[in-house]
């Protein structure tokens, strides 16, 4: 019997970024200026478009809008036209660009870092205390955030793409049998607005005036690109590029893992599911996109080869449970 799964949008083999952008992630980048946080994940097997469709890649430097461009460039784009428009308010924005390679958070942003974790294993010690100054902790409001983190402003679309070639040459990729430039390390780029509004004009705006109040939102935008599920018998690794394809496999465990939990949790009425979140620094890393105050896309990317089958309809049935999670997202204000 043929399977069913059901999904918000779907873009065939002849689809174009800009459709892809619009139909989905536009939205977000909106519901992002007004105070919410957002999620924009890409997931599905080597080789299957997830870093062209982010666009996370060496290409995203460009700040030319042809359909090449991916998400995260367009976002960007989005992001500093609405911020323009917005009346009575001043804004400051921060990137950060984080890498999880063999399970070593990696600040893309901090050379030092990057030189580190690509040490061979006889310096992994060394360089994993160096990275282990990168913490995952909760705050008072029980939201995750990143300790010993590299956020860097920004003021134009110019910075922030520049920024984000930067951590893109630093990402950790290498080939295998079925992906020439596979991504070795899952990444999240990820933008900060802090706004600061009044309710009267800034300019006019004085001591001795009508009281004026004054409000504060402050949001995140995560953009996540998996690195993708591998088989080893099929992409032959060896020796690093192996222990690099089980280091993602057990990654991508743990979050169908927690999507499976998140998603039972929906459909029952018992609310003490366990969601293991500490089972993986990803799922740690990703806790508020997956269940907690966010509004989150997965984009699941598929191969329309016959032979990824297997990969297709594991990737599908990934997908199919995610949708079964509902965020509670509120507006960050202070």
Known sequence: ???VFAFDHIFGCDSTQSGVYEGCVKILVQRFVAGFNATVLAYGQTGSGKTWTMG???EASSAVMNDSVGIVPRAISDMFSLLAEKENTRFSLFVSFLELYNEDIVDLLNPSTVVNARRPSSAASSASSINASISIREDAR?????G????????SPADMLSLLQKGSLCRATGSTDMNAAS???HAIFS???KQHQSSQPLASAEPESSISSTSTLTSKFHFVDLAGSERLKRTNALGDRKKEGISINQGLLALGNVISALGNTEDSSETSTHVPYRDSKLTRML???LGGNSQTLMIACVSPSDLSYGETVSTLTYANRARNIKNKAVVNRD
Do not use: C, K, M
């Open 1 to 3: 019997a043929p399977r």
């Open 56 to 58: 996370t890649g060496l």
């Open 142 to 146: 029980g939201n995750i955030v990143f």
């Open 148 to 155: 010993g983190v590299r956020e860097e402003p920004v003021s």
């Open 183 to 185: 991504s070795r390390s």
């Open 191 to 193: 933008i900060i607005l």
């Open 287 to 289: 806790q508020d996109s």
